[in-house]
């Protein structure tokens, strides 16, 4: 499951300009405590929260 995770993720920040090392490590450097399972869902069927996440983290 967490590779379909990272897949899912990546191509999610993908459409944002970044890739899913930059995202991850941005992710953790800004101590946002938000899981691999939990990013792909927001991806997936919350696109607004998760540009949310990618604009807290750019």
């Known amino acids: ?3 379909l995770w990272i897949q899912r993720i990546n191509a999610g920040v993908r459409q ?3 890739s899913y090392s930059e995202f ?3 992710v953790n450097s800004k101590n946002i ?8 869902d927001l991806a997936m069927n919350h696109p607004e929260a998760f540009k949310a996440v990618v604009d ?3």
């Not at 405590?33 to 792909?40: E, G, H, P, S, T």
């Open 56 to 58: 807290q983290v750019k």
């Open 1 to 3: 499951m967490r590779s």
């Open 33 to 40: 405590n938000l899981n691999r399972k939990v990013l792909a």
């Open 16 to 18: 944002y300009g970044m």
């Open 24 to 26: 991850i490590g941005k």
